[in-house]
């Protein structure tokens, strides 16, 4: 019987380790200096301000993974001997693998900060980062964020949710505008600032200021302003966690580089989630996405290649979602911060809510490429079947309150969103269907 | 927290405290008045007032001393009847002598002779020839088997002498509880408004004092620091608001004597909607009401983003308001049978009770049509409306149950248990407790037609008193509300209501509701299932890809509020593809079946 050895209980792992379960009879370890089960990193931020507790955090019960014979190994891998198939431990005894996954996940990014090594400065990905922001945020007076993205905007929540005053410094003219066109990263600013976040934009860390006993003091902006404070948050992003295959044969580049059946430059050996780099991303992808449904996907696609059914990885159209603060974002196809060549736009934003939609479509042929949503729950399953069939930005919002997810009563703005959608292109014949009484006639 | 909301907390937090001091303020003193409102039959009357004449016109200053009197006296006068009108050995063996040795024919007739004319030998020469009239006319071979009969009809007839010429255990606790009440005086009685000002209304001042400010907060999720919190964590505030609903429970159930004073704090109020004094029963709906309403304003404000929320809470405030609160007292205030139109069989257990059939059957059309209106509705109404809607419809809509912990409830909806062993646990013992009801109203309607109170050598009336104690009062009462702090909000409905099992077995056989998640949204993050009152691990769903169609699933819609990626929607639809495959988007690579 081929034992399967998976480092890493991520998302990616765990679900390589539950699809190899399915399809095969082999042995399966999963090994993790992390934690001892699975727990949802995405929950991060509820188990510090008190949403949740660690437990709830966990996918599935304690005794899941026994009945489903999956070994769970609670170390931290040293080594990979790839020559002799074997991987050395901090404290068990090495362990001899056919068939090695890694899902090593990612680590925050460092650019080289003077005093990002000081007591009071944490990143925001492990449990072991959690323990470490909740010690260095008792009774501090302030803290500050470094770097805008979907983490650095969760830890600004969480220090909120505590009434801790927070700095968020970023780099960008407008919060994630690397990533959301102007008009919803300065809406999304607005939202951040009317939660009396002392949101920095165009501001630059230079660096940490340390106290006589090692301890945060303030840091230094770029143009020289110093912010005094007790706790700083790196939130610029994160990077394959690449720190045990570096000193193996295993190819790596920014991440561990993979074909498109996942597999590295040596036999038997797989990267899967936040870790893997593709060296030929499938068409329109980046080779390096570190989300959630990337590392589900991945852990679905290799488990059928090691039971045996050799499969390449080939993602649906993208997806994603994230709340900033109180608004929920949604984005299916893609919506690049700035317009393509080829492609058009059309944005609504309400008037006083907080709600949004922005829609791209090619120029031309008028095909619809993709949507961000903000405030307004979309079907998944729509958008998915439009974008793989091609259809045309009529079409969309033709069936837009079909494609409605929002709960029952909530307020539709279809109709607003059409008729402004009209004005700016007056050639456009959408119309809306009348909704039923009560659901029913 | 705000200073306004710290000083709300502290007028609620004294409010509270003068509301249960308010029991101990009054003084007890039976007087002739007293006895005179308390007692209406004039037998009853004279022979209670010659029982605890030793305690008239003293003052008490505790409730408890003057039930502990009340108790003792009535219990001498017990011992005293047991002894004189109970049946002795030797008044058997003085029956025994009018027959002959051998060869024995029985007549009641030869009893009169047996003992003597006074008032106790009358008794028991009735009582045994009540009890022996249908040995009339048999056969005894001799004087010892007849003795053996007569001696376990003597058992049976002082099994029952203290009910009918003393006090049963019944008897003793309604005379308490009306002498208690009669007796009361003091400020409580001389002041009741200003005390009714001073506790329950400054409890209502003093907790929207507290809710109202959170309108400042921007609209959306409010979870900060729920696990953190010692009253919604499990800590000890939590302990101790579990503890003192329970204890409220068990004084509203079993001693009722002891909250007499909160009755009469809310006589005003009783007076204007009915025109009686209040019971303990008016006391508890009165604040029941209240805190739906109160908890109500709460939970809107704090789910001001979400119109479900809102309008699912307006509707459990209306119903309660209405229907269990308003129209059942003016109905009494009409002279017509009060009913509250909205309590269902079989969650309203007594609604097919021979007194509950009489009373609505013999109070004309209106009774008869509210007759019609129960039975209707369990049959017809339940089955359809939660095809079309699911038992949302009832649950978190309509129901007082479900609509005290929607509001009072919210704050601990995230304790309940989520593991499959809960859920295994839950679906036995709420369908026990369906087949339990199922079996005991047939059993007391089959008593009602063919007047026969047993069925296989059970009682049906015994059955009745089980249900009533164990279910209608520890379980929905005392456990239901009073675990809120400790198992969510939902234990009653979750592991015991009888109505949730039925809803929940049409829910989930066939209705047109589901809940639907949403592609491959899910980030497994888990705010669903931990806020799921009813223990529903609505994650290992959705991250699969799969709909949830659960008998327990309320529909409050809290799990869709929830998420934060907007996964979840409540929804009727077609029933075809309700228990469609599990599916997650966004992989080409592999079909996935999950
Ligand atoms: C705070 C936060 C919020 C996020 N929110 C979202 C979101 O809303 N939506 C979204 O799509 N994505 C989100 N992400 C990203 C998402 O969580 C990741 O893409 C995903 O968890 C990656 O899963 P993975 O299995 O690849 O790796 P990980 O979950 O990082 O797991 C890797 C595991 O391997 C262990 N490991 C590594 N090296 C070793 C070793 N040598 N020995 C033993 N164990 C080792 C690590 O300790 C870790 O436990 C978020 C990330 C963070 C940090
Ligand atoms: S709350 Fe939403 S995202 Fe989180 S586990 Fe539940 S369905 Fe998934
Ligand atoms: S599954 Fe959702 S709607 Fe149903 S009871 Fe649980 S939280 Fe409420």
Redesign the interface.
């Given at each position: 019987m081929k034992h399967v050895v998976i480092i890493g209980n991520g998302?990616a792992g765990i679900t390589a380790a539950r699809h190899i379960r399915k399809n095969s009879d082999f042995n399966i370890t999963v090994i993790s200096a992390e934690s001892e089960y699975f727990w949802?990193r995405?929950?991060l931020m509820?188990i510090y301000?008190?949403?949740?507790?660690y437990e709830?955090?966990?996918?599935?019960?304690d005794w899941f993974w026994k009945k489903n014979r999956i070994n769970l190994v609670h170390d931290y891998v040293k080594a990979i001997d790839t020559s002799s198939k074997k991987l050395l431990f901090d404290q068990n005894k090495p362990l001899s693998y056919d068939i090695l996954i890694l899902a090593t996940g990612a680590q925050p990014n460092k650019f080289g900060w003077p005093g990002q090594d000081l007591k009071g400065v944490s990143g925001m990905v492990s449990l072991q980062d959690l323990k470490k922001i909740e010690d260095h945020t008792k009774n501090i007076n302030r803290g500050v964020i470094i770097g805008g993205g979907l983490i650095g905007i969760e830890l600004a929540e969480m220090l909120n949710?505590r009434n801790i005053p927070v700095s968020f410094l970023v780099r960008e003219s407008q919060f994630w505008d690397n990533v959301l066109p102007q008009q919803e990263a300065s809406m999304i600013s607005r939202h951040i600032k009317?939660?009396h976040i002392d949101l920095r934009l165009k501001t630059e860390l230079k660096e940490i200021l340390s106290d006589d006993h090692g301890y945060v003091r303030a840091v230094v902006t770029g143009d020289g302003v110093e912010i005094p404070c007790q706790f700083v948050g790196l939130t610029a992003g994160v990077h394959p966690n690449i720190k045990l295959v570096k000193e193996s044969t295993i190819e790596t580049n920014r991440g561990i580089l993979v074909n498109e059946f996942l597999e590295t430059n040596i036999p038997d050996i797989y990267a899967i989630g936040d870790c893997a780099e593709h060296k030929h991303p499938p068409p329109g992808r980046a080779p390096v996405e570190q989300v959630?449904?990337t590392g589900?996907?991945m852990g679905?696609?290799v488990a059928?290649t090691v039971s045996g059914n050799k499969?390449?990885?080939?993602?649906?159209?993208w997806?994603n979602?994230?709340?900033f603060?109180?608004i929920?974002y949604?984005t299916y196809g893609r919506v690049w911060n700035k317009l393509k060549e080829n492609e058009a736009e059309f944005y609504w934003e309400h008037e006083s809510e907080q709600l949004a939609m922005h829609f791209v479509f090619d120029k031309v042929s008028k095909t619809f490429l993709g949507i961000n949503s903000f405030g307004i729950?979309?079907?998944?399953?729509f958008f998915?079947q439009w974008l793989k069939n091609s259809v045309s930005i009529d079409h969309v919002l033709k069936h837009l309150k079909e494609a409605n997810?929002?709960?029952?009563?909530?307020?539709s703005y279809e109709e607003d969103i059409i008729s402004a959608y009209k004005a700016d292109y007056p050639d456009s014949k959408v119309s809306i269907k009348r909704k039923k009484v009560l659901?029913?006639f | 927290m705000s200073a306004l909301q710290k000083t709300g907390m502290s007028i609620f937090i004294t409010a509270s405290v003068m509301l249960i001091s308010v029991l101990f303020l009054n003084q007890y003193q039976l007087t002739e008045q007293a006895f005179m409102s308390a007692v209406s039959s004039d037998s009853e009357l004279k022979m209670i007032a010659r029982d605890l004449a030793p305690m008239k016109d003293k003052t008490y200053s505790f409730n408890v001393n003057f039930n502990k009197d009340i108790e003792h006296y009535l219990q001498s006068s017990n011992k005293e009847v047991k002894s004189r009108f109970s049946l002795t050995n030797k008044d058997i063996n003085n029956v025994l002598t009018q027959f002959s040795e051998q060869g024995i024919k029985y007549s009641t007739e030869k009893i009169s002779g047996a003992l003597d004319g006074s008032e106790e030998g009358k008794f028991k020469v009735q009582k045994l020839k009540d009890y022996t009239s249908w040995m009339e006319g048999r056969e005894y071979s001799d004087l010892a088997s007849l003795e053996e009969h007569l001696k376990n009809t003597k058992n049976n007839i002082n099994a029952n002498v203290i009910n009918e010429k003393g006090y049963g255990d019944h008897k003793i606790k309604a005379l308490k509880l009306a002498l208690t009440r009669q007796s009361s005086f003091g400020p409580i009685t001389e002041n009741t408004l200003l005390w009714l000002l001073l506790t329950i209304g400054l409890g209502v001042v003093g907790a929207l004092m507290y809710i109202l400010p959170k309108l400042g907060l921007l609209p959306g999720i409010k979870n900060d620091h729920i696990f953190h919190s010692p009253n919604s964590g499990r800590g000890w505030i939590g302990y101790m608001v579990g503890f003192l609903l329970i204890g409220f429970y068990v004084i509203l159930y079993w001693f009722p004597e002891y909250m007499t004073s909160w009755m009469i704090l809310v006589d005003p109020i009783s007076l204007v909607l009915n025109g009686n004094e209040a019971s303990q029963w008016f006391f508890y709906g009165f604040l029941y009401t209240l805190a739906i309403g109160v908890m109500g304003i709460r939970m809107i404000i704090k789910y001001r983003h979400s119109k479900y929320q809102m309008i699912r809470t307006y509707s459990v405030i209306f119903f309660q308001v209405a229907f269990a609160f308003l129209i059942p007292e003016i109905l009494i205030r009409l002279n017509k049978p009060s009913m509250d139109l909205k309590n269902i069989w079989p969650l309203n257990y007594t609604f097919f009770f021979d007194y509950n059939i009489e009373n609505l059957t013999q109070t004309g059309s209106i009774g008869l049509g509210m007759l019609m209106w129960g039975i209707i509705l369990t049959l017809i109404g339940v089955p359809i409306i939660t095809y079309f809607y699911g038992k949302r419809w009832y649950c978190s809509w309509v129901c007082g149950c479900g609509g005290l912990a929607e509001t009072l409830g919210d704050p601990y909806r995230q304790l309940s248990d989520k593991s499959l062993k809960a859920w295994k646990i839950e679906r036995w013992m709420i369908h026990s407790v369906l087949v339990f009801v199922v079996v005991m109203t047939f059993g007391t309607l089959y008593t009602y037609f063919t007047g026969s109170s047993e069925i296989i050598g059970i009682s049906t009336y015994d059955f009745r008193s089980v249900y009533g104690f164990v279910i209608g009062a520890a379980f929905a009462g005392v456990v239901g509300v009073g675990f809120y702090p400790f198992m969510g909000s939902r234990v009653w409905c979750r592991f015991g209501c009888p109505l949730a099992a039925y809803l929940g077995i049409v829910q989930r056989f066939k209705s047109r509701f589901r809940i639907t998640t949403n592609g491959a949204q899910c980030i497994s993050c888990g705010n669903c299932s931990t806020y799921c009152e009813m223990g529903i691990d609505v994650r290992s769903y959705a991250q699969k890809g799969q709909n949830i169609v659960r008998a327990s699933c309320v529909g409050c819609g809290v799990c869709s509020s929830v998420c934060p990626r907007g996964v979840l929607k409540l929804e009727n639809k077609d029933p075809k593809g309700r228990f469609g495959e599990a599916i997650l988007i966004g992989n080409e690579g592999v079909k996935m079946k999950t």
């Open positions: 998302i949802s995405t929950a509820y301000m008190g949403h949740m507790k709830h955090t966990k996918p599935y019960e949710s009317q939660h959630w449904y589900r996907i679905e696609t059928q499969t390449a990885y080939q993602p649906g159209p997806f979602s994230a709340k603060f109180d929920e949604q729950r979309l079907r998944h399953e998915d997810f929002d709960p029952e009563f909530f307020k659901g029913i | -």
